[in-house]
């Protein structure tokens, strides 16, 4: 049974859907539950209707908050906007006795109550005093290793201070933690807290707004690889205000992601179904250089016994026996599985000392947990061949093998000269449709002459 509602907001569910996707996906992805309740309006927003009516204020966002206490549900929001107004008005109404007896007489006309038993959530607070950074880091299987993000939090996620309570308002880190926690290098700019300068666009003043915008963006352009932010507002400044920016000739091309984007990348959720196409500044190219080893990640996991490799990695007694690391003491295998235990199977997959072991099974035969290293660098082999990463001389074999069903040719005349008898050739075709392979048309069977021509480069 869930115990919150989402309040996603008008600009979310209208302008930017493809952020509450995000969301969604990435909350079920951390066993988080929620249901949506029915009848919510705008929130509304301060800086127009408040300005309007402060008793229109109070009463629109009392209602809101009157649907969550009749249905016993807490309520959390990813718009930096909304949860300033619900918390807000939460806070004066509670903190008056008159004003509440007011509230609840108006409420009462239309079949309502407002008691406050609901309490109001940033997004951020869900995820970093609910969720917790450790249990993010946890689910993330594809780290943002070497990927440098601008947190952009926004003024209202931590202002003002004394109604939002979410953040230090001066100094905010639970934002920061977030991104961290998915493997994310957070760039510290000193612009950091200013604000995107929305609210003027809801004046009529979308120039001035720009100025704040552009200010920003000259400080973080070909610095940084995106921005992020949750709230919608602020994502509007930065993503399509830099888009009229460029269309005026001042290219800035800093990608603007929403955290729960980030999240869903780290999390190894599909790219495709994030609706990423729908930013007017492409972030999918800059996200998309870290969903490329999903696969092998993946692989991984379901192939190699991790936590073996981890107390490999912890132990490393058979420095001392393994032959190849004496004679060449560049030769470190343990490094190539912390690349795995990083995230960075790529990388552990093209480091051509990879193929050094020569898989004498002395490791094995040493190892205090039973697992020696050879396990876990047969499985790393594996993938290099797989995903196209193995030496030359490799990949000429296995093609030899496939193609004639032997590593090499027998030699008639050498065994002629010895008087032995001709070798008997070998059925490849029935090897071929015993596991599955095809034989290439260019390449027929026996010939060694192209396996030469393939190896070449390496021998060279």
Not at 122 to 144: A, F, M, S
Not at 228 to 253: K, N, S, T
Request: proline residues 6%.
């Amino acid at each position: 049974m869930a115990h919150y509602t989402a309040f996603w907001g008008c600009f979310v569910q209208g302008r930017f859907p493809f952020m509450e996707k995000s969301l969604r996906m990435v909350l079920d992805e951390l066993g988080f539950g929620f249901t949506d309740l029915e009848g919510f309006t705008c929130c509304p927003e301060k800086s127009l209707i408040m300005n309007q009516s402060e008793d229109a204020w109070l009463l629109t966002a009392a209602r809101n908050l009157a649907l969550c206490d009749e249905a016993g549900l807490d309520v959390f929001s990813p718009c930096n906007g909304c949860v300033s107004t619900l918390k807000g008005a939460r806070h004066h109404i509670l903190s008056n006795p008159d004003l509440l007896r007011h509230i609840n007489d108006r409420l009462a006309s239309i079949g309502h109550h407002f008691s406050g038993d609901s309490k109001v959530f940033h997004l951020i607070e869900v995820l970093h005093d609910q969720i917790g950074p450790d249990l993010i880091k946890r689910r993330v299987t594809n780290p943002l290793k070497g990927m440098r993000v601008a947190v952009h939090a926004g003024c209202h996620q931590m202002r003002p201070s004394n109604e939002v309570r979410v953040d230090n308002p001066m100094d905010p880190v639970k934002f920061e933690n977030i991104v961290r926690a998915l493997g994310a290098e957070v760039v510290e700019y000193p612009s950091k807290l200013l604000c995107c300068g929305g609210t003027m666009n809801t004046a009529g003043l979308p120039e001035k707004a720009r100025e704040m915008t552009r200010e920003k963006l000259r400080e973080l352009s070909g610095t940084v690889d995106l921005m992020a932010v949750v709230c919608p507002a602020c994502f509007m400044q930065y993503d399509i205000a830099q888009l009229e920016m460029a269309r005026e000739g001042q290219h800035y091309d800093v990608p603007v992601a929403v955290l729960s984007e980030l999240m869903a990348i780290a999390f190894g959720l599909p790219i495709e179904e994030l609706g990423l196409e729908l930013h007017r500044i492409p972030v999918a190219p800059v996200l998309e250089k870290w969903t490329g080893p999903i696969k092998l990640r993946a692989a991984v996991a379901e192939r190699i016994d991790l936590e073996a490799m981890q107390a490999c990695v912890d132990c490393q007694a058979c420095t001392r026996d393994c032959r190849v690391h004496k004679l060449d003491d560049s030769y470190q295998p343990w490094e190539l599985f912390q690349k795995v235990l990083d995230g960075d199977v790529e990388g552990a997959i093209s480091d051509r000392s990879l193929f050094q072991c020569v898989e004498c099974y002395e490791c094995s035969e040493l190892c205090y947990q039973r697992w020696g290293m050879i396990k876990g660098l047969r499985e790393l082999k594996h993938l290099a061949i797989e995903s196209g990463h193995a030496p030359d001389a490799v990949t000429a074999g296995i093609e030899a093998f496939s193609s004639g069903g032997v590593l090499t040719p027998a030699s008639a005349s050498r065994r002629a000269k010895l008087g032995l008898p001709p070798a008997k050739k070998a059925p490849a075709e029935e090897l071929q449709k015993l596991l599955g392979i095809e034989a290439s048309p260019d390449k027929p069977s026996g010939d060694r002459g192209a396996r030469k021509r393939k190896a070449k480069p390496d021998a060279e």
